[in-house]
């Protein structure tokens, strides 16, 4: 038998610098196509979902985050590399406690062992360039 399947709750954080929102771009080897995710990630049993983005972006980033609104959930049904997935998706918007942030144009980011930059990328570079924004059911609370 395989790995189990399963959904999978998770918080995201939009943080915004004028019409940009800070992504993590990535690669879809499968479909051949690029993606720009918010930063976040998953929710830890007992912790709150508005818990869970302050805490990733803290984890990802080694940055605090502020004002920390909830938006909406969305419910992401995808397919990356070639498996399934199943997500139900805290968004969150909030912004940096450190106001020099906003200044730089990439943050250094870690996720486990992988290292990764954050990138501000524009709401139109977002909807039709090629690193286009998941889950796309997020543009119903932008």
Same mark, same amino acid.
């Given at each position: ?52 983005? !302050?805490?990733?972006?803290?984890? /990802?980033? $080694?940055? +605090?985050?502020?004002? &920390?609104?909830?938006?909406?959930? %969305?419910?992401? !049904?995808?397919?990356?590399?070639? /498996?399934? $997935?199943? +997500?139900?998706?805290? &968004?969150?918007?909030?912004?940096? %406690? ?45």
């Amino acid at each position: 038998m395989g790995k189990k399947q399963r959904i999978r709750p998770i918080s995201i954080c939009l943080l915004r610098r004028d019409d940009q929102i800070l992504v993590h771009e990535s690669y879809d080897s499968v479909k051949q196509q690029g993606f720009g995710r918010p930063l976040g990630g998953g929710i830890d049993f007992g912790e709150t979902s508005a818990e869970a983005a !302050i805490r990733e972006i803290k984890e /990802e980033l $080694g940055v +605090e985050i502020t004002g &920390v609104e909830l938006l909406g959930i %969305v419910e992401n !049904i995808f397919i990356y590399e070639g /498996e399934p $997935g199943h +997500e139900l998706v805290f &968004v969150y918007d909030g912004r940096f %406690v450190d106001e020099t942030i906003y200044q730089r144009e990439s943050l250094d980011g870690v996720e486990g062992q992988r290292q990764f930059k954050a990138v501000w990328r524009s709401l139109e570079d977002l909807r039709s360039g090629p690193h286009k924004l998941v889950p796309e059911e997020i543009w119903t609370l932008i």
